[in-house]
């Protein structure tokens, strides 16, 4: 989290209700509107040698950004 944009302080890892144990993330992008965050996030199912792989981008909500 960050007040200014420069300085973080870490928070600790988000719960993603899809994500599976070898899933790799991609491109996250969150927004804060009126109080909830809204994260997209490309979900991946592993790891892949080329750009052919399935995925899937997901929205997750919350308050806290962690739960």
């Known amino acids: 989290m960050s007040s200014d944009g420069a300085h973080w302080t870490y928070k600790g890892?988000?719960?993603i209700p899809n994500a599976k144990p070898d899933s790799t993330f991609?491109?996250?992008e969150i927004v804060?509107?009126?109080g909830k965050y809204h994260m997209y996030l490309t979900l991946v199912p592993g790891i892949f040698k080329d750009w052919n792989a399935p995925r899937t981008i997901d929205h997750l909500t919350g308050r806290d950004l962690v739960h």
Request: charged residues 35%; aromatic residues 12%.
């Open 13 to 15: 890892i988000a719960e």
């Open 26 to 28: 991609w491109a996250p």
């Open 32 to 34: 804060e509107v009126r």
